[in-house]
T-cell receptor
Framework: DAKTTQPPSMDCAEGRAANLPCNHS???????VYWYRQIHSQGPQYIIH???NNETNEMASLIITEDRKSSTLILPHATLRDTAVYYC??????????????FGSGTQLTVLP | NAGVTQTPKFQVLKTGQSMTLQCAQD?????MYWYRQDPGMGLRLIYY???????DKGEVPNGYNVSRLNKREFSLRLESAAPSQTSVYFC???????????FGQGTRLTVV
């Protein structure tokens, strides 16, 4: 699975959009981009995933560049409860799911009041 | 809908003691997993069960055993606990091996 690079930390004002970047320059054609988050002391929570088209659900939007070498997770109106570590994970769809989930160090997002 | 439920939430063991961590999911998922998370580190896979009746080793299986009791339940056993097994343990499940995983709230285990 491709390696990902994320900034270690970011701040965002409450009510503003939080844009979390992820670089995955070695991504291959059959690899998906997944985002999870882990709120302090809780289990990781699935947010969204995509292959090459932009995706949106009730939690967030995922923007993947045309060359698929980077992506951005967007939380449109961040709240204090969105403070968490956000993990960007790239993995091949057919290589297995959670057993192939490699959680790196992620980005600590702090939403400020 | 409870999702993935782990018991107990906290546990303190003495070195050499044994215990079983329980995990149950009510989402009719086929695949289940056990991870451990140490301070400042990501999650590492211990064992997984792709479907009922099958189990496989993950990245760090030594010192652990698992049982996929039925489709709902997947337990993790420490036969002789060691201080190096002090960690937070997470159970997860997914509809199949190729879909997103849902995690429990974790079991915080301390071995003294």
């Amino acid at each position: 699975d491709a390696k990902t690079t994320q900034p270690p930390s970011m701040d965002c004002a409450e009510g503003r959009a939080a844009n979390l970047p992820c670089n995955h320059s070695t991504i291959s054609g059959n690899e998906y981009v997944y985002w999870y988050r882990q709120i302090h002391s809780q289990g990781p929570q699935y947010i969204i995933h995509g292959l090459k088209n932009n995706e949106t659900n009730e939690m967030a939007s995922l923007i993947i560049t045309e060359d698929r070498k980077s992506s951005t997770l967007i939380l449109p109106h961040a709240t204090l409860r969105d403070t968490a570590v956000y993990y960007c994970i790239v993995r091949a769809y057919r290589s297995g799911s959670a057993r192939q989930l490699t959680f790196g160090s992620g980005t600590q997002l702090t939403v400020l009041p | 809908n409870a999702g993935v439920t782990q018991t107990p939430k906290f546990q303190v063991l003495k070195t050499g003691q044994s215990m079983t961590l329980q995990c149950a999911q009510d989402m009719n998922h086929n695949s289940m997993y056990w991870y451990r998370q140490d301070p400042g580190m990501g999650l590492r896979l211990i064992y997984y069960s792709a479907s009922e009746g099958t189990t496989d080793k993950g990245e760090v299986p030594n010192g652990y055993n698992v049982s996929r009791l039925n489709k709902r339940e997947f337990s993790l056993r420490l036969e002789s606990a060691a201080p190096s097994q002090t960690s937070v343990y997470f159970c997860a499940s997914s509809r199949s091996e190729n879909t997103e995983a849902f995690f429990g709230q974790g079991t915080r285990l301390t071995v003294v």
